[in-house]
Each structure stands twice: as structure tokens, then as C-alpha cells.
């Protein structure tokens, strides 16, 4: 079992439409969540952290639940400047600075259409 | 805010050279970078941990002498990937840890290496 899963899409949605993505992780020790935007042959970008309350950043929310070992992100009124690929990333190595590796996972890909 | 740089961007060499990649933390200094390499539709897959100072610790599967990390000062590391193969082309990417942004993670822009 992948230590994170995500289902790789694409989702195909039209814009405004709200959209969903899951991803579950097998480390039940992980201690930091984070969704990571990659748009195509480009670094990923940081989106959000996911905290265990719940956080919200404009369009975007992120949600840990922490019994069943999955993080999601909504995202509502979707624009075409969305579609992209959204990561999955888990820090599964502990609260060392020194091995804050990241785990990601393969990806969600994001298509919002016209 | 922070940044990461990679140099270069991308980069084409033969079978058999070997290509050396810069991960640069342009305004924090990073004791430990993340060395990263993506294949075509795949995830990002960690391939070492560079250490300021001292040896470089690598991932299950990944050949420490043909991937040779350098990490000599607090804002510098490199990747060399020696006697390069077709198979070794791939996106590299490495990523740093900003201590005065409250451990935010930061990602170079990634280098693209084609080996013909």
C-alpha cells in the first residue's frame, strides 16, 4: 500500500462548479498535512496546510480527519486558472527539522472547463 | 519571501557524462535541502536528504554513487548525476526549509535533464 493515495482524475468540471478531492495516508504517526499545487512541468506550490479543525482559505478548504487517516480539499466556484494538479503531502518522518521529508502523493488532476 | 533557485533549468547531455544541478536558498540559510525526482505522470519521489556538513542520506533504491550530493554551505547544494543514462532523465527538484517562515517548505523551480 502507497503510503499516500490519491485518485489521479481527472476531474472534469465547468467552472463554478464545486469539487472535491480525498486522499488517504497509511501512517498513522503522521504528524503534518499539506496540499501542494502543481501546474504542468512546473515545482509544486504550497496551497494550504492542513490543520486538524479545519481550515478555510478563500475558495479553498481543507479538512484532516485523523480517525480515518484522510485529508480532503473543496474547493467551491471553481475557475479555469484552478486546473491544475493537485499533491497530496504527508510528513510522515517525525517533528525533526532535520527530517521534514515530505511524501507525496501522485496527484489529482484538475480540469475546470469553459 | 524565501526562495529557492535550481540551475539549471534545463539541461541535454550525452550517455556516460555526467551533469551537475544548484539548489540555491537565495535569502535563508538551509541546513538541510531535500533532493526530489518526478518521472513523467508519477509523483514526486525522494531521493536523498543533503545535510550541511556532512553526508548526504539517501532514500531505499537510490545509488549514492551515482547521485552525489554536496551540501558546503548553508545556502548551497548540489546534485551530480555521473555516467548519466536515458533512464536518469527526469525532473529534478530540490526543496529547502525556511526556519523564519515558520518552517515553510520551499521548492526550487526544478531542473529538466534529457540524457540522449
Known amino acids: 500500500r502507497k503510503e499516500v493515495e490519491q485518485d489521479p482524475g481527472p476531474f472534469n468540471v465547468p467552472e463554478g462548479a464545486t469539487v472535491a478531492f480525498n486522499c488517504t495516508y497509511s501512517n498513522s504517526a503522521s504528524q503534518s498535512f499539506f496540499w501542494y499545487r502543481q501546474d504542468c512541468r512546473k515545482e509544486p506550490k504550497l496551497l494550504m496546510s492542513v490543520y486538524s479543525s479545519g481550515n478555510e482559505d478563500g475558495r479553498f478548504t481543507a479538512q484532516l480527519n485523523r480517525a480515518s487517516q484522510y485529508i480532503s480539499l473543496l474547493i467551491r466556484d471553481s475557475k479555469l486558472s484552478d486546473s491544475a494538479t493537485y499533491l497530496c503531502v504527508v510528513n510522515s518522518r517525525g517533528g525533526d527539522t532535520g527530517r521534514r521529508a515530505l511524501t507525496f502523493g501522485s496527484g489529482t488532476r484538475l480540469q475546470v472547463q469553459p | 519571501g524565501a526562495v529557492v533557485s535550481q540551475h539549471p533549468s534545463r539541461v541535454i547531455c550525452k550517455s556516460g557524462t555526467s551533469v551537475k544541478i544548484e539548489c540555491r536558498s537565495l535569502?535563508?540559510?538551509?541546513?538541510?535541502m531535500f533532493w526530489y525526482r518526478q518521472f513523467p505522470k508519477q509523483s514526486l519521489m525522494l531521493m536523498a536528504t543533503s545535510n550541511e556538513g556532512s553526508k548526504a542520506t539517501y532514500e531505499q533504491g537510490v545509488e549514492k554513487d551515482k547521485f552525489l550530493i554536496n551540501h558546503a554551505s548553508l545556502t548551497l547544494s548540489t546534485l551530480t548525476v555521473t555516467s548519466a543514462h536515458p533512464e536518469d532523465s527526469s525532473f529534478y527538484i530540490c526543496?529547502?526549509?525556511?526556519?523564519?517562515?515558520?518552517?515553510?517548505?520551499?521548492f526550487g523551480e526544478g531542473s529538466w535533464l534529457t540524457v540522449v
Open positions: 535569502d535563508f540559510q538551509a541546513t538541510t
Open positions: 526543496s529547502a526549509i525556511s526556519p523564519g517562515s515558520g518552517n515553510t517548505i520551499y
